[in-house]
């Protein structure tokens, strides 16, 4: 049984290699001013996951001890980790595993509040793929972490954390290709 499981996961995984390209595509994204955070500064987290490396790391769940370190950095990629914005562990764990760190500049913020707010679009598609979550944006007011959204551009699925707002759109109207440009844009 689990060996099927393992099969479906690693092909969920490679039918993602080619759906990037879909949600980069976007056009105009309209906010109804119903934002998530309300934030003064936001850091992006970032690491490079290669496809081939997905495979690998997929195929080290089965038997994972909990408290181990390979356990926690799946959880990190792969779940709704953290359940709490106040995890203790969260941002040394980003560091522990490597994801790169960069402050986006106050100018982007605007445009970042743009999309992270409530919206309803029609025409947004899921795609059938597990998420691994290679981008993290950590929301802070007065350096206090109030929001965090994880997010897979792969599969066009995040997990957001802190807002007391609906999350559950987010997506549905393109946000996950204008903030790709904005990332990816930022280096």
């Given at each position: 049984m689990n060996k099927?499981?393992?099969i479906i996961i690693c092909f969920s995984f490679l039918n993602c290699k080619d759906s990037e390209d879909k949600i980069v595509n976007t056009t105009e994204i309209k906010s109804n001013?119903?934002?998530f955070f309300?934030?003064?500064k936001v850091e992006h987290y970032s690491k490079n996951i290669k496809d081939d490396d997905i495979l690998h790391e997929m195929q080290r769940l089965d038997g994972i001890d909990k408290h181990s370190e390979e356990y926690?950095?799946?959880n990190l990629i792969g779940y709704n980790y953290p359940k709490d914005v106040n995890d203790?562990?969260?941002i040394s764990n980003l560091v522990k595993y490597k994801f790169s760190k960069i402050q986006i500049d106050n100018n982007i913020h605007k445009d970042i509040n743009k999309l992270f707010s409530t919206s309803k679009c029609e025409g947004g598609y899921p795609l059938a793929c597990a998420p691994v979550y290679r981008d993290i944006l950590v929301?802070?007011?007065q350096d206090k972490i109030i929001g965090i959204a994880k997010i897979c551009f792969e599969c066009g699925q995040s997990y957001i954390l802190g807002s007391s707002n609906d999350v559950?759109?987010?997506g549905s109207c393109g946000e996950y290709g204008v903030l790709y440009e904005i990332l990816?844009?930022?280096k």
């Amino acid at each position: 049984m689990n060996k099927y499981l393992f099969i479906i996961i690693c092909f969920s995984f490679l039918n993602c290699k080619d759906s990037e390209d879909k949600i980069v595509n976007t056009t105009e994204i309209k906010s109804n001013d119903l934002n998530f955070f309300d934030f003064d500064k936001v850091e992006h987290y970032s690491k490079n996951i290669k496809d081939d490396d997905i495979l690998h790391e997929m195929q080290r769940l089965d038997g994972i001890d909990k408290h181990s370190e390979e356990y926690n950095y799946l959880n990190l990629i792969g779940y709704n980790y953290p359940k709490d914005v106040n995890d203790k562990e969260f941002i040394s764990n980003l560091v522990k595993y490597k994801f790169s760190k960069i402050q986006i500049d106050n100018n982007i913020h605007k445009d970042i509040n743009k999309l992270f707010s409530t919206s309803k679009c029609e025409g947004g598609y899921p795609l059938a793929c597990a998420p691994v979550y290679r981008d993290i944006l950590v929301f802070y007011k007065q350096d206090k972490i109030i929001g965090i959204a994880k997010i897979c551009f792969e599969c066009g699925q995040s997990y957001i954390l802190g807002s007391s707002n609906d999350v559950s759109d987010f997506g549905s109207c393109g946000e996950y290709g204008v903030l790709y440009e904005i990332l990816k844009g930022k280096k």
